[in-house]
């Protein structure tokens, strides 16, 4: 038979039930069961990657004039419209090595359709990939390829080389120093930022 403060705890775990997320299980967010619906294809689903329970969007009936603050720690942008907070965003910044860096900087160039023009792969003339995830400042091009830059859209640059843009989300830092959302937050941002809106990176 259970003590009472052990069927105090299973009620309070079995509250806990009642909303969104299980109290009593394995959050599934970390079990590895789970999808993440939010990469670079829109709602394609990627395996092996944590569900976003994070990212939403509440800005476009409101105006003024936006900012973006970027946690590292977290791994989340905030989106602010006079200086009210509108959007919350799942992210994947740089990795170890190529770390996303800290401070003060202003969105310089959009470009709806941008592709990187140092990391892609080496692809043949039909398109297909002759060697995926390559560096074109590092690695040689086999014969008969030619380079094709990652696809990154909705691109928000904020200094030479790296900016904000819609890729996958494997739930932790894996970029090359550029800042990944969710495909529908990419698009979100996008929309709402104009040449000069300020960005903030902190860890």
Known sequence: MCSPFNRIAFLSCLSVSALIFTGCQEDIRYSGQAQYLGGIYGNQPTSNAPTDNVSYWDGDHIGGKPSVKISLKEQRAY??????????????????????????????????????????????DAG???????????????????????????????????????????????????????????????????VGTPVTITN
């Open 128 to 194: 297909n990939v002759v060697m995926p995830n390559v560096d074109v400042q590092k690695d040689k091009k086999p014969p008969g390829t030619h380079y094709k830059g990652a696809s990154m859209p909705f691109y928000m640059q904020i200094a030479p080389g790296f900016g904000l843009h819609a890729g996958y989300l494997p739930g932790y830092p894996a970029s090359h120093g550029c800042i990944r959302m969710p495909q529908f937050m990419a698009e979100a941002f996008f929309k709402s930022v104009s």
């Open 79 to 124: 989106f602010y419209k006079n200086n009210m907070l509108v959007g919350i965003s799942q992210l994947s910044t740089g990795r170890e090595g190529l770390n996303t860096p800290v401070g003060k900087f202003s969105v310089v160039q959009k470009d709806l359709n941008h592709a990187s023009s140092r990391y892609g792969d080496f692809v043949d």
